[in-house]
Every structure is written in C-alpha cells, then in structure tokens.
C-alpha cells in the first residue's frame, strides 16, 4: 500500500509536533510531502502523486478551526474541478483519506458546550465532503490533542499509532492489527544481528502461537455472543 | 452603523458576480476590501479597520466547501489569538459577522443527499466557530446561488437586497425594512432637480402614510393572533 502524507504548516522548522511526527514515519511504503514548501503547485505532478497513492493522509495544525490556508491553497490549485470529478471519471474514487491534526485545546473542548462549541468531525466536514465528491473513503480522524502536554510514554504510543494511522489496513479491527504487528515482527528479526536471529525467531514464534490462540479465542466469544443474542 | 466588507477572490476582475456586487455597493457607510490585492496584511491596519467597523461582512465564491485560501490567510494572519480573545478582551465583541457566498450550484444541492450533500451552513461552521469564540453576533448568511443564471429582474432584486445585507439593521423585520427604505427615499428625493422635487416629495409622503397604515395593521393583527394563541 502507497501512502501519500501531505502536511500543511507556516513554520514546519518551529513545530515540535510536527518534527516528531516526522522522525515517526515508517521506514517505508509513505511519500511525505510539506506544501508551504512549494511556491508553486506543480498541478501535473501533484494530481500524478495522488493518482498512485492508495491512502492519502493530510496533516496539519487546525487553525481557526480549519486546515491552514497552505492546504486550502494546495486544494484550490491542484484539485481542479475537472481533476476531481469531470467528465464523470473520478481518478480519486476508493482511496482513502485520512486527516491527523493537531490541537492546541483538549479533546473535551470539541464538543456542544465545550472552550470551542463544535466537533472536529464539524470542523472538517468541507474536507469531508470534497471526499465524498471525488467518491473517496474518509478513514476516521486521527487528531492529536495539546501535544506539547504529552508525558514520554503517551508519545512513544503516539509513534506507533500514527505508524499505524499511515500504513495499517483499515477498519483498525483486532486482526488488521495483529497482521501489522506482525509483518512489523519479521521485518525486525531480518535485521537483527547473526547472534541474535534465533532469539528473534523464538520471540516471532510465541507471537504466531498467541495469536492462534487469540483467533480461537475471539472465535468462542463470537459464538457465545451469538447465541446469547435476541 | 459602518460596514467594512471583505472579498476574497483570486481572480476578481474576472468574476462577474463580484464586479457586479461591487457595482452594487451603497455609496455610503461602506468599506470595501480585496484581500488578494496585498501581497502581505498590515496586521496592525486590518486588526484596526476591524475595531471600527459594526458589521464585518466576508464575501468569497465557496471553494470546495469553504472559503479560498486568501481569505484563509487572512484568518490565520489577522486575527491572531492574542488580538481575537488573549487577555479576556475580546474587541469584536458584538459587532455583527455576515457571510456574502457565491455557489457554482444550485440551492438544492446543499443539503443531505443533494449533489453537494452538506448545507451552507455545515461548510461555514468554521467560520461560525470563530464568530463563536470572539463574541460576535452571527448574521444569517446571504447565499447567491448559481449567478450567470439570474435573469434581470432577480439581479435587479440582488442589488437591493445585497445592499439591505450591508446596511439595514437587523433582524431582517418588516419594521426594519421600513426603516432602511424610507431612509433610502428621502436620500434620493433630496437628489432630484429641483423642478422633481414636488413630486418626490409626494411620493416620499405616500410611502409614509402606507407606512403608518401598514403598522397600524400589523398591531391589529398582533392582538388577533393574541387573543388566538392557547
């Protein structure tokens, strides 16, 4: 799977979240792309870039409770009414967009009622509905609240969720997970050193074996569930 | 009451629905700004302008669900925190904030299931958000759907009710509407040639006394329905 991560902030260089999520990205299969970098949208080749990604991530501090007018620009240039949905062929069509944003309010202020008085999901329902135009399908927001308050262990999560957020198979189910952590697992053991490969293999093993048993396990439970049902 | 509008348009001088509302403007109380014009806002000028205006009117074509990105940029530039709600002052405070949105597609369009399956007022939460949080009095949006279609007539009704948006009091009542036309008659009797006079001024008196009637049984119609109530 191809990820595309497009980020959109005035001053990447200064953004501590934005830095550490950049240092997070995985290794591999995600092309990461900063758009205030450009002063000029290279139309072609940004519609080319979208056309060859299957997950297309947009990242970017919310701002007066939008995307920062670097994206709105990107947005404005490069989705092109004829790009996304002219002549009735939509070459967006069954990919997915995701959108990780930062927050500079806690999770508790987005809600009726709450310091900001409307919903992320409120927030970025032009996003969605430009997704809904070109027939793409909207991943569930991956939003990060007050990074700067974030204790060490909170972060090191963070590292492996947004890895996840980029590359995972989605829904985030119990087995697209497993399947991840997993693929994750082999490549690791590969680059361990001679000395430590049997070790690795070993680790590698006792996962395979715990998650049959997981399988099985949620197997039981689902027929209990059923037969308990109305 | 003074107005200070702002447009946001990439290409202005090519828009014939922004040429024809700045043709439409009132000649007077209003001031009118292209926000794409200023390579870079003078912070400090464009906070000012704010602080004396009564009515911030912002007035753009609708981009994928949301305004371009020069009034965006703006947003993110302008209005900074510090100036919008730092310190617990909050200097636009009851001003009233209108939004001026042209569309490519028609009414029925923004709503769920519509072509465009989200309404105005969904892809202007943001904005509404913001008016939100400094304290403002939102306005109901004034939509111009689908201009290039108007025929005559309909334009020649835009042009008054665009310049009722930006300067008659609100709420939109008949009382207030009242108010805005019989100050408007009296401006424009005291414009004619002196020999037309007579006659404005006859009509000026006709509109009065229609007024006075229509008041007269609007009160009536109060008690009716008073009485009628539950």
Redesign the interface.
């Known amino acids: 799977m191809k990820t595309l991560v497009l980020v959109s902030h005035?001053q990447l260089a200064d953004s501590t979240s934005q830095q550490f999520l950049k240092a997070s990205l995985p290794s591999e299969g995600v092309t990461w792309e900063h758009l205030e970098d450009q002063d000029e949208f290279d139309v072609a080749q940004e519609q080319q870039q979208l056309r060859q990604a299957d997950r297309i991530v947009l990242q970017f501090p919310l701002?007066?409770?939008?995307?920062?007018?670097?994206l709105?620009?990107w947005?404005?240039t490069v989705?092109t009414r004829t790009f996304v949905y002219g002549d009735h062929r939509y070459p967006l069509a069954d990919k997915e967009l995701g959108i990780v944003v930062t927050t500079g309010m806690p999770e508790q202020a987005f809600q009726r009622g709450g310091a900001?008085?409307?919903t992320l999901d409120?927030?970025l329902?032009?996003?969605?509905?430009?997704a809904?135009?070109a027939k793409m399908v909207w991943l569930p927001t991956f939003p990060i609240y007050q990074f700067g308050y974030l204790e060490e262990p909170e972060k090191l999560q963070l590292v492996t969720d947004y890895q996840r957020y980029l590359t995972q198979k989605q829904p985030d189910s119990l087995a697209n997970r497993q399947d991840w952590f997993a693929q994750r697992l082999t490549g690791m053991v590969d680059r361990l050193p001679a000395e430590q490969q049997v070790t690795g293999k070993l680790i590698a093993s006792v996962f395979d074996q715990n998650r049959e048993h997981l399988d099985q396990l949620t197997d039981t439970l689902a027929m209990i569930k059923e037969q308990e049902d109305d």
């Open positions: 005035p701002y007066w409770y939008a995307a920062p007018a670097g709105k620009q947005e404005d989705l900001e008085g409307l409120a927030a329902a032009p996003i969605a509905a430009l809904h135009r």
